[in-house]
């Protein structure tokens, strides 16, 4: 059991974190929000770590970006919600972890980001963004 009264505690169900949060309008109001859950972000940083490891240095980056947009298309799933923060934690952390794989491939120490692999770099790559997809639900119920 989970007391929710006033945003005390939030839950975690089916790979959401669910919490109440006082509105910033309406000093007082509570409303249920959500957004993908800590173990939810751990799995999916697993996954776009081991697809831009040191092993895939020798791959060309159109196949890595090949096998990464259908994972990151899966991740729709949680643009329901508050997610919005969450999503652009992770078009940054595969943002870094390209830039990275692309620095090892060419030799070259860091991330490079100012002057290689900035975002009109990141963005010509073709690799899906998980940042402005995400799709508000009514917050009154249809009649």
């Known amino acids: 059991m989970v007391c929710l009264t006033k945003g ?12 109440k949060v006082e509105s910033w309008k309406h000093p007082g109001r509570y409303y249920l929000q959500r957004w993908p859950s800590p173990q939810a972000m751990v799995s999916i940083r697993g996954r776009i770590r081991e697809l ?14 090949a096998d990464l947009n ?27 972890r390209l830039a990275i794989l692309m ?3 060419h030799g070259r120490q860091g ?6 692999y900035n975002t009109d770099w990141f963005s010509a790559l073709g690799v899906y ?13 249809m009649r």
Do not use: C, M
């Open 8 to 19: 005390r505690q939030g839950l975690d169900f089916l790979g959401f974190h669910l919490h």
């Open 52 to 65: 831009t490891n040191r092993k895939q240095v020798g791959r060309a980056l159109d196949v890595v970006i």
């Open 111 to 116: 991330r490079n980001w100012v002057t290689r």
């Open 103 to 105: 620095s090892r491939k």
């Open 70 to 96: 259908p994972i990151l298309r899966g991740w729709g799933y949680y643009r329901w919600g508050n997610s919005a923060a969450k999503l652009a934690v992770i078009d940054r952390y595969v943002h870094e």
């Open 129 to 141: 963004r998980l940042s402005g997809n995400v799709r508000y639900g009514s917050a009154h119920a």
